[in-house]
Nanobody, 116 residues
């Protein structure tokens, strides 16, 4: 069992920045799936970014060049730096952590609102 606590959401204006953090109750070394998802109003949950322990990253086309996912092993956290935010980035952001073929654990979600 893993508990995930997200923080860092809020309201910003177009072009602003936010940094989301997902603190895990266990070291990320235990998992090979580490990602951030988001769910906008009336939309399905979608992958925003994921990262591996080798540092390889993958981003949704809509956030490439603006968002950066990272792992902090001392803090046991998965972070998402979001720059140049747009109104279409407004969503509830969720972190997810797990193992391929095993359980996937989700955070409670943190709201990000971007105004134009």
């Amino acid at each position: 069992q893993v508990q995930l606590v997200e923080s860092g959401g809020g309201s910003v204006q177009f072009g602003g920045s936010l940094r989301l953090s997902c603190a895990a109750s266990r070291s990320p070394f235990s998992f090979n799936l580490m990602a951030w998802y988001r769910q906008g109003p009336g939309k399905e949950r979608q992958l925003v970014a994921n990262i591996t322990h080798t540092g390889a990253t993958n981003y949704a086309d809509s956030v490439k060049g603006r968002f950066a996912i990272s792992i902090s092993y001392p803090d046991k956290s998965i972070n998402l730096q979001m720059n140049n935010l747009k109104p279409e980035d407004t969503a509830v952001y969720y972190c997810a952590i797990g193992r391929t073929g095993g359980n996937v654990y989700w955070g409670q979600g943190t709201q990000v609102t971007v105004s134009s």
